[in-house]
């Protein structure tokens, strides 16, 4: 079942002689539980392809459906909800709030939605996330691998339609980035999470199940591994 459809995409920056085209008409599809890497130099606009997807940042022109809805057809209120909502993201840099220990960062998206926190589906999660001795702890009393699980849990408490981590292992040693992207497959696998991470790092790519490289805002390849 398709859940994310990306049509003809653009994205520019500036005007005239000064404009950059950061995303060039591209188009692609995802499948419910599909693990996607999308890969590119610095530069290539993989990161920005990302903020679109996230409705972080509104497209120059293209549309993006995440479960046949038309994302940007939204108003930035209606917009805000579905993004807390549907789509979990993963940051480089974490993104915790320091003065929230491991279980207030977690369940954040629930709190800011009013929602009433699933407790089996935190505890499952926090299991998985091997935080269960970690959950009274603030940020800056974590190494970074931990701070990155807190950032995975966040981003999951909702069951979100896709995940998407934007370079999850960047700040991270090779032993911390090889418990990231085994918890990423976990929520792939075991939850059937649709998962889309941007990374430059190719080997980290090909534990994904199909690679999408960019190059100059345009795919030129998308491979299954």
């Given at each position: 079942m398709e859940i994310?459809?990306?049509e003809n995409l653009v994205k520019t920056y500036g005007k005239g002689e000064g404009q950059v085209k950061a995303v060039d008409?591209?188009?692609?599809s995802v499948q419910k539980g599909e693990f996607v890497a999308i890969v590119g130099a610095s530069g290539s606009g993989k990161s920005t392809i990302l903020h679109l997807l996230g409705g972080v940042d509104r497209p120059t022109s293209g549309k993006i459906f995440i479960e046949g809805e038309d994302i940007y057809s939204l108003n930035d209120d209606s917009l805000a909800i579905f993004r807390r909502r549907q789509i979990g993201i993963i940051y480089q840099f974490y993104n915790l709030i320091p003065i929230l220990n491991v279980k207030e960062n977690i369940t954040l998206p629930c709190e800011l939605d009013g929602q009433k926190v699933d407790d089996e589906r935190l505890n499952e999660l926090i299991r998985n996330l091997g935080l269960e001795n970690r959950i009274n702890h603030l940020p800056n009393q974590l190494s970074g691998g931990q701070q990155q699980k807190v950032s995975i849990g966040r981003a999951m408490i909702y069951n979100p339609a896709i995940m998407l981590a934007d370079e999850p292992t960047g700040?991270?040693?090779s032993k911390a980035s090889e418990e990231i992207v085994s918890l990423l497959k976990l929520s792939n696998k075991k939850f059937n999470q649709t998962v889309i991470m941007i990374t430059?790092?190719?080997?980290i790519a090909r534990q994904a199940e199909r690679v999408i490289?960019?190059?100059d805002g345009k795919i030129i390849s998308d491979e299954r591994n």
């Open positions: 994310l459809r990306v008409n591209i188009s692609f700040n991270l040693d430059h790092d190719l080997e490289t960019i190059e």
